[in-house]
């Protein structure tokens, strides 16, 4: 069984969107997970649904499947970065970013993608872990509601420095509130768990293997947070593709280089030959 590899559009913010599938396409990719950001299908463009026809149109002309990712750094504030968030202390910025995620599910339907990635933010000083937590925990609920409505999928993004920041934090949000059970999935980030050091992130595939809606995979240093290409770094990375066949992972496994932009033309098929030497060395 071979994986299913993608390639994330943040690593792409210099390239038009329709150039940028047919870099990955042309590469051999089998999907792309696409970050909806202002250059790059804009959700609040006025002409959003035929903007994402058109590009569910080239997705399938191209032989892409597609996940949606909703990580732009400065699509809902531009002033600050990822704000406001699911736990911002404010009522009306937290549903702004609902309302965001409502919106990416929609686009999500229309691409028919195989989830949507979303993570929980980061805690300000004027909220306390308990007011954090409870924020979070509405605003997943109002978020997987909509998407069971939709008949989309939703998986939820362990972050270093966010309130949800490791695979532990996840499934202490499921137990909380059993609406969640069964209804929100994991996107896992395997070089996350290199940074945090929860566990090896080989054994984090095995864990959830049940419960995973995404896969992402860079090259990371132990305890920094920063992507890398997948030749660089301190992490191994047969390990993880060996964990992820042995568990039959079907869906997109998203390679996420976002500092990579301005040598994408390169980063693109280079990772994706980088991932299959190493699959076919396993």
């Given at each position: 069984?071979?994986?299913?590899?993608a390639?994330?559009?943040?690593?792409?913010a210099?390239?038009?969107?329709?150039?940028?599938?047919d870099?990955?396409?042309?590469a051999?990719?089998?999907?792309?997970?696409?970050?909806?950001?202002?250059?790059?299908?804009?959700?609040?463009a006025?002409?959003?649904e035929?903007?994402?026809?058109e590009?569910?149109d080239?997705l399938?002309?191209?032989?892409?499947?597609c996940?949606?990712?909703?990580?732009?750094?400065f699509l809902?504030?531009?002033?600050?970065?990822?704000?406001p968030t699911?736990?911002?202390p404010?009522?009306a910025a937290r549903?702004?970013r609902v309302d965001f995620l409502?919106?990416?599910?929609d686009?999500?339907?229309?691409l028919?993608a195989?989830t949507?990635s979303?993570?929980?933010g980061v805690?300000?000083a004027?909220v306390?872990?308990?007011e954090a937590f409870?924020?979070?925990?509405e605003g997943?609920?109002?978020?997987?509601?909509?998407a069971?409505e939709r008949?989309?999928?939703v998986s939820?993004?362990?972050?270093?420095?966010m309130?949800i920041e490791?695979?532990?934090?996840y499934?202490?949000?499921?137990a909380?509130?059993s609406?969640l059970?069964g209804?929100l999935s994991l996107?896992l980030?395997?070089?996350?768990v290199w940074?945090t050091?929860?566990q090896?992130p080989?054994?984090?595939v095995?864990?959830y293997?049940?419960?995973?809606g995404t896969?992402?995979?860079?090259?990371?240093n132990?305890?920094?947070?920063?992507?890398?290409?997948l030749?660089e770094?301190d992490?191994a990375?047969?390990?993880?593709?060996?964990?992820?066949r042995?568990?039959?992972f079907?869906?997109l496994v998203?390679v996420?280089?976002?500092?990579?932009?301005p040598?994408a033309?390169?980063?693109?098929?280079?990772?994706?030959h980088?991932?299959?030497a190493?699959?076919?060395a396993?």
């Amino acid at each position: 069984m071979k994986l299913r590899y993608a390639y994330n559009t943040n690593g792409c913010a210099h390239h038009r969107l329709p150039d940028a599938l047919d870099l990955i396409a042309r590469a051999g990719y089998d999907g792309v997970a696409l970050t909806l950001d202002w250059h790059h299908l804009d959700p609040y463009a006025r002409d959003w649904e035929r903007r994402s026809r058109e590009v569910g149109d080239r997705l399938r002309d191209l032989g892409l499947s597609c996940v949606i990712e909703t990580g732009a750094r400065f699509l809902l504030s531009a002033a600050e970065k990822h704000e406001p968030t699911l736990i911002n202390p404010q009522p009306a910025a937290r549903a702004r970013r609902v309302d965001f995620l409502r919106r990416a599910i929609d686009i999500a339907d229309i691409l028919e993608a195989e989830t949507v990635s979303f993570w929980a933010g980061v805690r300000q000083a004027t909220v306390n872990d308990e007011e954090a937590f409870a924020y979070l925990t509405e605003g997943v609920v109002a978020v997987t509601d909509y998407a069971d409505e939709r008949g989309v999928s939703v998986s939820l993004e362990p972050e270093p420095g966010m309130l949800i920041e490791t695979n532990a934090d996840y499934r202490r949000l499921l137990a909380a509130h059993s609406r969640l059970q069964g209804r929100l999935s994991l996107a896992l980030d395997l070089g996350h768990v290199w940074v945090t050091g929860e566990q090896e992130p080989a054994e984090s595939v095995y864990q959830y293997a049940d419960h995973l809606g995404t896969v992402s995979i860079e090259g990371m240093n132990r305890g920094v947070h920063l992507h890398l290409p997948l030749h660089e770094g301190d992490m191994a990375i047969p390990p993880l593709l060996r964990a992820l066949r042995a568990v039959n992972f079907r869906r997109l496994v998203c390679v996420e280089l976002s500092r990579e932009s301005p040598r994408a033309h390169l980063a693109i098929p280079e990772s994706l030959h980088f991932l299959r030497a190493a699959e076919d060395a396993l």
